[in-house]
């Protein structure tokens, strides 16, 4: 059994876990730096501490979110409470509580994932340290649903674009060529690493089932 996660695997998981930073880091300012950070963490995922330290890097996301979402919940309330009748832009206090509104969810959506990622991890480390194999079959099977998930709307994607080929630009098709490119280039590097982990999954299976 292979004792390390190759480099397809991570780089595709890499790039899953960048997604859901970057959705953060628009909502909430977060840097490069805890982008990357997020990223050399999840590409290095192979011991039990490994994913000690996953668990709790998700953890410290999801109190760091939950603490944006009650500010934001504070923010909409006071606006609510205090609706600055004498404003130029009547109404515009109702528009700013929901704005905070949508951004105190957000934050709870962002924190509610960084918990599921924290306690996946926290099986995993579980399941190294028992040689749980049964354990970690189901997390490879998980994986590769996520993976073939997302490969298969990255496809979408660039169908999507294929059929609009921004005909309306001054550079007809360019842009829209671009993306097609790149959601190809995804797909086909989920799709491999979907077809990875499964293989992973059969090799845990193996092991559990030979105990």
Known sequence: MT???????????SSLVLVGSAAAEADEGRTSADLLTTQQL?????????????????????AQNDAEAAKHA?????????PNPGSHFPG??????????????????????ARAAASEHELMAT?????DHATQQRYFVTLAGTYDAEAARHADMAQGERKNANRGS??????SLK????????STSL?????????????HARMANSN
């Open 127 to 131: 399941a190294i340290a028992q040689g």
């Open 179 to 186: 993306a097609v490119k790149h959601c190809d280039q995804l």
């Open 170 to 175: 001054h550079f007809p098709g360019n842009a």
């Open 42 to 62: 999840a590409a290095g995922a192979i011991t039990q501490t490994d994913h000690v330290t996953l668990q709790q890097h998700f953890l410290t996301i999801a």
């Open 74 to 82: 504070a923010m909409a309330q006071a606006e609510r409470d205090n």
């Open 191 to 203: 799709q491999a690493a979907a077809k990875e982990a499964r293989e992973r999954a059969a090799e």
């Open 92 to 113: 515009s206090a109702a528009l700013r509580a929901k704005h905070c509104d949508r951004l105190a969810e957000s934050s709870r959506e962002l924190a509610q994932g």
């Open 3 to 13: 004792t390390f996660i190759s480099s397809r695997l991570a780089i595709a998981f």
